[in-house]
Structure formats: C-alpha cells, structure tokens
Nanobody, 123 residues
Framework: VQLQASGGGLVTAGGSLRLSCAAS????????MGWFRQAPGKERDFVAA????????SYAGSVKGRFTISRDNAKNTVYLQMNSLKPEDTAVYYC?????????????????WGQGTLVTVSS
C-alpha cells in the first residue's frame, strides 16, 4: 500500500492550498481516508476524515469552515482544500487510510500512512 501526499508549500496568511493524496495497492473505495498534521515540536493531530463513499465528513474544530476534504474514487485520490490559512496551520500534513465505516480521529485506527507534505504559512 502506498499513499503519496503532495501539494504542500509556502503560502502567506489568508491564502489557500490544496493537498492531494494518491493511493495505490489498496481498494481505495473501501477505505476511510483521513488527514493529520504535525507542527514542529508537537504531536500529530487529526484534521479531517471522509467516508469511503465521500458522503460523510468530519473535521477538527480548528479547521472547520476553512478546510474541505473530498475524494475522487475513480482517481484513487483524496484532497484537502485549505482556505484562510493561518500561521498556526504550519505543519507536515499526512494522509492516512483505514478500513471500516467509522470516521475516527485516533491515529492508531489508521493502518496506512503517506510520507507527509510540508505546509508553511507565513504571517
């Protein structure tokens, strides 16, 4: 199983970025997909999750209303559209996959992880 995250970069506060995560070696349409992030010196935190069909989503309170998770099962890809970015959104962003139906936020519930992509938001 491979999850390849991309789309990170440097953006000024208030700007936008869209992250992508392409999956291979997994039946993508049967997996819940999640995004997590790890800021420098901090633990990895849940950002968002989306059900296998895309019909249900869940967000951390800190990003609700600014970030949107979506997926294209035909392309085996999950996205994270990030708007109104703040300096505190600076982190390495990871995509993750888990089998099952529940939109969980616990790291250990996700079996597969991508390598991370760095997002830096300058003030």
């Amino acid at each position: 199983v491979q999850l390849q995250a991309s789309g990170g970069g440097l953006v000024t506060a208030g700007g936008s970025l869209r992250l992508s995560c392409a999956a291979s070696g997994v039946t993508f349409s049967r997996h819940v997909m999640g995004w997590f992030r790890q800021a420098p010196g901090k633990e990895r935190d849940f950002v968002a999750a989306i059900s296998s069909s895309g019909g249900r989503v869940s967000y951390a309170g800190s990003v609700k209303g600014r970030f949107t998770i979506s997926r294209d099962n035909a392309k085996n890809t999950v996205y994270l559209q990030m708007n109104s970015l703040k300096p505190e959104d600076t982190a390495v962003y990871y995509c993750a996959a888990r089998e099952g139906l529940a939109l969980v936020s616990a790291e250990h519930e996700y079996a597969y992880w991508g390598q991370g992509t760095l997002v830096t938001v300058s003030s």
